[in-house]
């Protein structure tokens, strides 16, 4: 690795493939910090992307890799690895996909709030979850109120019980979750 013999267009892609990824990586903590209950709904759907993300920072990936190394073999050798890599998400795609809303109910007296019911399939079950959105626009906070896991085989039902109440029943077993002012749950039922 010889720095010192790049191109000044060589140092220039250099920089700009860094900010790039510098870029990425915050985005993607942005993403990951907005995903916990309570966090802003518009960054988690925005940012939490985490394969969106690391395919973006595969050609940057690509562009670091090429300016820093010198020698032609090498660089040969790390585009084909970062190709491969590349190639190798393509499966991802297919596989991982995101939770699909299948659900939405209002609450009653309340436009700026209502329960959110998201699933994701996999092999022999279905993954639950049940959020409250609290707020309108970019200020709506995702609150997570239940999960069921894969391996548990009840599906978990939310009502709501008043504008600051939800019911829960999964399984013959009926839980009564109270909303604060913001939304925040005083509980949450987890089945895994």
Known sequence: MVI????????????????GLALLVLLGAVGWYSERSGGLLALRDWFDRPLLLFTVALP????????????????????????????????????LDDPQVTGTQGAPDRPDRRIVRQEEPGMLSTAQWVFVDQGTGLTTRRWQVAYAGFRYG???????????????????????????????????????
């Open 60 to 95: 940057l990936l690509l562009a670091v890799l090429y300016c820093v190394t010198w020698r032609a073999w090498i660089r040969v050798v790390l585009g084909i690895g970062v190709l491969l890599t590349a190639a190798a998400t393509v499966p991802l795609w297919v596989f």
């Open 154 to 192: 009840d599906s978990i039902d939310a009502v709501w019980d008043g504008p600051d109440r939800i019911r829960l029943t999964s399984g013959g077993r009926t839980t009564v979750i109270d909303l604060a002012a913001d939304g925040r749950p005083s509980g949450s039922l987890t089945l895994a």
């Open 4 to 19: 010192g013999r790049q191109t000044a267009g060589e140092r220039r892609a250099l920089r700009a493939a860094l900010a």
